[in-house]
């Protein structure tokens, strides 16, 4: 006669996979006969930006004056008008005064560039946010260095990237340091551990990859050769802490996902009327243990950072 016993053999952040032992009883050989596999905690924005909002309500009232954000738009974008009504919104609710500078589509690098220099000189200004993306007549890595380094609430500007290579970042890209959050949210221990981020680039990518790289996460970047070499399941079959920012929906196969893996998807896209992230979320949420939505994952917790830069950049003008 068999005996059923249940162990748990691995326990990886909320989820428990669980085995079932067989034993006969004249024999001690056990064999692993079934594998039963719990959901991932489905990692949602929302709270975690509530709970720094309310730490930003904070610390603006020591500020001693109300920090002034000043966002510039050049021409008509849908995806920036977008942004713009949830940023007006976060400073609505944090009683931050947002200044709308409205350029003209066909205004050439040069005159961008002084328009930028004079926001820097202007006192009232605390901090300053270009929204991406830009007309073709100018070329968006020119002019993050334009921006002073104080007033750069978007942490794209070359000194304060720096600050982030020697591992003391006072204001930086506000995607990578969301990313960051909802990982910490898991209660991961990031020492060591495979993490595997999918893009490179200098908003998302390469900021998270040092961001880990920093906790001493092991980390591996993939980007456009990767897939073109065919290596990208290779790679994310391995990540304990996957960060998918590539734009294009369904990259990552429900199927690579490790189990348990800690699943951020910063992707967003729009098919057929309804917005998806990168990664096959259906698939991967049964593998994960904790995946972000899309949307309502990264993107709630992106507008916050952007005023917490916002009030970093009022303390380091003081
Ligand atoms: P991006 O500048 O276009 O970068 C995409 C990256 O993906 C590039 O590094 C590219 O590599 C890489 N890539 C393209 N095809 C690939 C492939 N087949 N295999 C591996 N890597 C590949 O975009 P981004 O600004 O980082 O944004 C990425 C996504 O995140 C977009 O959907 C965007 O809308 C979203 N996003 C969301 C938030 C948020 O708050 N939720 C914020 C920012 C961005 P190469 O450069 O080598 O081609």
């Not at 002019?143 to 000194?159: A, N, R, S, T, Y």
């Not at 490179?200 to 961001?211: A, D, F, M, Y």
């Not at 994310?236 to 920012?245: F, S």
């Not at 917790?301 to 970093?312: A, K, S, Y």
Request: with cysteine; proline share 5%; aromatic share 4%.
């Amino acid at each position: 006669m068999s005996k059923f016993y249940h162990i748990i053999l691995t326990h990886s952040a909320g989820s428990i996979p669980t085995y079932k032992l067989c034993r006969s009883a004249s024999s001690i050989t056990c064999v692993v006969i079934e594998r039963v596999t719990m959901s991932a905690k489905l990692l949602e924005g929302k709270p975690i930006a509530e709970k720094i909002k309310e730490e930003i309500r904070k610390e603006i009232k020591t500020l001693g004056r109300k920090p002034v954000l000043a966002t510039i738009q050049v021409g008509e974008n849908p995806q920036s008008t977008i942004y713009l009504k949830s940023q007006k919104k976060r400073a609505q609710e944090l009683d931050i005064e947002l200044q709308e500078h409205i350029l003209l589509d066909s205004i050439a690098e040069s005159e961008l560039i002084n328009y930028i220099r004079k926001l820097n000189q202007d006192k009232n200004v605390t901090g300053i946010l270009l929204q991406l993306p830009l007309p073709s007549q100018i070329n968006s890595k020119n002019i993050p260095i334009h921006i002073d380094p104080l007033k750069d609430v978007e942490g794209m500007h070359p000194e304060n990237v720096g600050q982030a290579i020697f591992g003391k970042m006072r204001i930086g890209s506000c995607t990578a340091l969301a990313v960051m959050e909802l990982i910490n949210a898991t209660g991961v221990d990031l020492y060591g551990k495979e993490a595997v981020i999918v893009g490179h680039s200098e908003i998302v990518g390469k900021p998270v990859s040092l961001l880990l790289l920093d906790k001493l996460a092991t980390t591996t970047t993939c980007h456009i050769a990767t897939g073109q070499r065919g290596y990208l399941p290779t790679h994310v079959k391995r990540a304990e802490i996957l960060v998918v920012a590539v734009g294009k929906p369904g990259i990552i196969h429900g199927e690579w996902v490790k189990e348990g893996a800690i699943v951020i998807d910063v992707g967003i896209n729009r098919v057929n009327d309804k917005i998806v992230g990168d990664v096959e979320f259906e698939k991967a949420y049964e593998r994960a243990s904790y995946i972000t939505p899309v949307p309502g994952g990264v993107g709630p917790v992106t507008t916050i950072m952007l005023m917490r830069n916002l009030v970093e950049s009022a303390k380091l003008q003081r």
